[in-house]
């Protein structure tokens, strides 16, 4: 009797012989399907720097990818503090702007948010802000290099810098050198003695001696 139950639940579909059971995926083909990409909006990205108590990590948005870099290193921060102070001095002197570093909220386009290591905010714009954020516009953007940020320095967020800003510059510590991008630019201009900027309404142009400049970043003197 048993078998002849068991020969009718074959046939009624309930029990099918040598029948596999449905198997968990492993952990390597989870690994290996592909995966999902949440293109971000500028709203959920202002959510994550409200909840962040500290000023790093650096969240930014390009092209709908969040882009989060880690606390600089110490050589990071004394390329941007000294190159800072030496446009600081600059812009005041001629009067075409303010020079400032992140944390600053820089929207150029609609949906993205930038966090420049240096940028120098032209006058009219300036006016405008009137103490307010976000910064719409921008003479002068930098970005220091780091190994956490250099990918996205050199695309991404360059791409962006060159649709909108007139002057892009990449301090490269490792290879100590500038690379200079303007708006029409396929390729750097390298520079590794000096560097010259005259901004709009400039009277004399802001001069940097790059091998002084990454002499004092490294404590060469």
């Known amino acids: 009797m ?32 592909p995966a999902m990409e949440h293109r971000w909006t500028l709203r959920e990205v202002r959510a994550l720097i409200d909840e962040s108590p500290l000023a790093t ?5 390009v092209e709908g990818e ?14 941007v503090s000294r190159l800072l102070v030496a446009l600081i001095t600059y812009c005041d002197a001629e009067r075409v702007g303010k020079a400032l570093t992140s944390p600053c909220d820089v929207e150029l386009e609609d949906e993205s948010l930038l966090q420049p290591d240096i940028f120098v905010i ?12 976000p910064v719409r516009a921008l003479s002068l953007a930098v970005e220091v290099l780091s190994p956490s940020s250099s990918r996205h320095d050199r695309v991404r967020k360059r791409l962006l810098y060159q649709r909108h800003v007139p002057e892009y510059w990449i301090v490269d510590l490792d290879a100590r050198l500038i690379e200079r ?41």
């Open 181 to 221: 991008w303007r708006s029409e630019d396929e390729r750097p201009e390298p520079l590794t003695t000096s560097l010259e900027w005259r901004p709009d309404g400039a009277a004399s142009p802001f001069v940097l001696d790059i091998e002084r400049y990454f002499s004092a970043v490294f404590d060469d003197q």
């Open 2 to 33: 048993r078998h002849s139950d068991d020969a009718d639940r074959r046939q009624d579909g309930i029990l099918a012989p040598h029948a596999e059971l449905p198997q968990t995926p492993s952990a390597e083909q989870i690994m290996g399907m």
């Open 66 to 79: 969040l882009l989060v870099t880690p606390s600089p290193v110490s050589r990071h921060q004394v390329a």
């Open 57 to 61: 990590p650096r969240y930014e948005l």
């Open 122 to 133: 032209p006058s009219a714009e300036w006016r405008r802000l009137g103490g307010g954020l």
